[in-house]
């Protein structure tokens, strides 16, 4: 059973992955994480708007020493796939210089806004930088990115819900579900 959302869009009735499924993979993340950062502490960046809470809920599951620092980019619009081109909305706040860089990002598809992002972080020196992403969408990839932590992986499709939105709706729902006819 689906939902209706606006005309000729459609919105899963079942979620692809419950809120109880996300909060068991967050866990083993962040268990996966404070083995690799091990007496070090993290520089958490969260690339906004759609991991806020992806983010919120792993530091809170991460033991490791962390910070954070938040990153705004843009390329959608109010498109359904990327246009192409990445623009900084929010930059960051405080340096990276010599610090443990771990990007959070909600879903990573084509990779040309997380290579971008990635090219700028890497200029500006950090100690290391890997990358965490909620949704991996590697039918989509045009670049190859390289992702350390990976929450889920799925072939294809429009997914929205826990932070991920189709023109800045639906990121309230607790789980992630399909959208029909995009």
């Known amino acids: 059973m689906i939902t209706s959302i606006t005309p000729n869009l459609k919105l899963s009735k079942e979620p692809l992955f419950s809120a109880q499924e996300i909060a068991e993979r967050i866990k083993s ?72 860089v771990l990007v959070v990002e909600d879903i990573v598809d084509s990779g040309l806004t997380l290579e971008s992002l ?27 990115v390289p992702v350390d932590y990976i929450g889920f992986s799925i072939d294809d499709g429009f997914i929205v819900g826990y932070g991920l939105d189709l023109d800045e709706r639906y990121r309230g729902l607790p789980d992630i579900r399909i959208v029909a006819g995009v």
Do not use: W
């Open 29 to 100: 993340l962040a268990a996966q994480i404070d083995r690799d950062y091990h007496g070090q502490e993290i520089l958490m960046i969260a690339v906004l708007k759609g991991s806020f809470l992806f983010v919120a809920d792993l530091i809170r599951a991460v033991r490791t020493p962390t910070i954070i620092d938040f990153v705004r980019l843009a390329s959608y619009g109010s498109a359904t796939q990327s246009s192409g081109i990445i623009e900084v909305r929010k930059d960051l706040e405080m340096s990276i210089k010599d610090k443990h």
């Open 118 to 144: 990635r090219s700028m972080l890497l200029n500006r020196k950090p100690a290391s930088l890997k990358i965490c992403t909620l949704i991996n969408k590697q039918s989509q990839r045009i670049t190859d």
